[in-house]
């Protein structure tokens, strides 16, 4: 069995790798080399329980989606790149039926001066879905 929260990453994964002209990763740890720029990656921040009833949880899932690209204007770039990821997101708001919802979060931009400068664009999206006390399987 598989957790809801993975079931919703990797729903989110799928949407996200229709995105033609970028390459999507899931929880990437080792450092993006220049020709694996634009880029997406994926990841999980947090995820917080409440108590919804005596059988259920409800939990808020923060899901970080980054955005890289490499050029003299990565503004101007990135900005395509986010208006995809928000749209391809945000037209699934169940995950396929693993969600209750999402909401968009907050969004940081980072850029770096270099020989190709360097943007990041990091969008958050807080995921709400419900599980049964004692299963993370279960709806």
């Known amino acids: 069995m598989t957790t809801r ?18 390459s999507v990763y899931r929880v ?3 450092p993006l080399a220049r ?5 997406i990656v994926l990841e999980p921040v947090s995820d917080s329980p409440s ?5 259920k949880t409800m939990w808020t899932f923060q899901v970080k989606c980054s955005v890289f690209v490499r050029n003299d204007a990565p503004g101007n770039t990135a900005d395509a790149f986010v ?12 995950c396929n039926g693993n969600a209750l919802d999402i909401d968009a979060g ?8 270099a020989d190709v400068p360097l943007g ?6 807080l995921v709400k ?5 004692e299963d993370l399987t279960a709806a």
Not at 83 to 94: L, Q
Not at 120 to 125: A, S
């Open 51 to 55: 108590e919804d009833s005596f059988v």
């Open 129 to 133: 879905y419900r599980t049964d006390r």
């Open 83 to 94: 208006e995809e990821v928000h749209s391809k997101i945000m037209a699934d708001p169940t």
């Open 28 to 30: 990437r740890t080792t």
């Open 106 to 113: 907050n969004t940081d931009f980072s850029f770096f001066d």
């Open 5 to 22: 929260r993975e079931n919703i990453l990797a729903q989110i994964k799928t949407n996200l790798d229709t995105i033609s002209g970028v």
């Open 120 to 125: 990041v664009v990091e969008m958050n999206f």
């Open 35 to 39: 020709g694996e720029v634009p880029a």
